[in-house]
Every structure is written in structure tokens, then in C-alpha cells.
């Protein structure tokens, strides 16, 4: 599986940006994609996620503010992340990995993309 990941860049706290993350090669048909985002010196930490079917899960930290979303004919997600804050700034890791596989933890299923950097600034 290769992803594609894109969309990040520099925002002022408040403002909006749209991440996009495509997927090719992939083999199982029930899926999940999502993000996580890491910081400087901080672990990888889940961000959002959908399943093929639809379902979506958030962390607390960004529910209300972050939409996921997928197109699932072009197997793409975007996130949609508004009322950006300057701790949201990191380097956010697209994923995908078989729907069974539960959200929120890294799993050894994953299939990650190359990070794409985001910077709130204040």
C-alpha cells in the first residue's frame, strides 16, 4: 500500500486547512483510514479516523474543531481541521490498516504516508 499525503503548511491560530491523503495498492476491502500527528519530542498521537462503511472516531482534543472525510471510489481522506491552535501544530502521518483493527493505538497493520507538516502559529 503507498499513501500520498498533502495539504499542510502555515496558519495563524484560528484559521483552517484541509489535509488530503490518497491510497493506492491497497488489498483488503474493509478498511480504515485516518491521521495521527506528532510534535517535537512527543509521541505519535491519533487524530482521526473513518472506516469504509463510514464511521468515524476523534480524539477529544480536536472533536468539534477536525472533520474527517473520504471519497472512497479515489480511496482518499481529508481532514478538515479548523479553529487551528497553535498545539495542534505537528507533523501529521496518514494511515490505513483493516477496518478490525481498533482505532486510537498504532498498530503493526498500519500502512503510514510521508508527513506532511503543519505550523499554527499564535
Known amino acids: 500500500v503507498q499513501l500520498q499525503a498533502s495539504g499542510g503548511g502555515l496558519v495563524q491560530a484560528g484559521g483552517s486547512l484541509r489535509l488530503s491523503c490518497a491510497a493506492s495498492g491497497r488489498t483488503f476491502s474493509s478498511y480504515a483510514m485516518g491521521w495521527f500527528r506528532q510534535a517535537p519530542e512527543k509521541p505519535r498521537e491519533f487524530v482521526a479516523a473513518v472506516r469504509s462503511g463510514g464511521t468515524t472516531t476523534y480524539a477529544d482534543s480536536v472533536k468539534g474543531r477536525f472533520t474527517i472525510s473520504s471519497a472512497n471510489a479515489k480511496n482518499t481522506v481529508y481532514l478538515q481541521m479548523n479553529s487551528l491552535k497553535p498545539e495542534d501544530s505537528a507533523v501529521y502521518y496518514c494511515?490505513?490498516?483493516?477496518?478490525?483493527?481498533?482505532?486510537?493505538?498504532?498498530?503493526?497493520?498500519?500502512?503510514w504516508g510521508q508527513g506532511t507538516q503543519v505550523t499554527v502559529s499564535s
Open positions: 494511515y490505513t490498516r483493516p477496518s478490525w483493527v481498533r482505532d486510537g493505538v498504532r498498530s503493526s497493520l498500519d500502512a
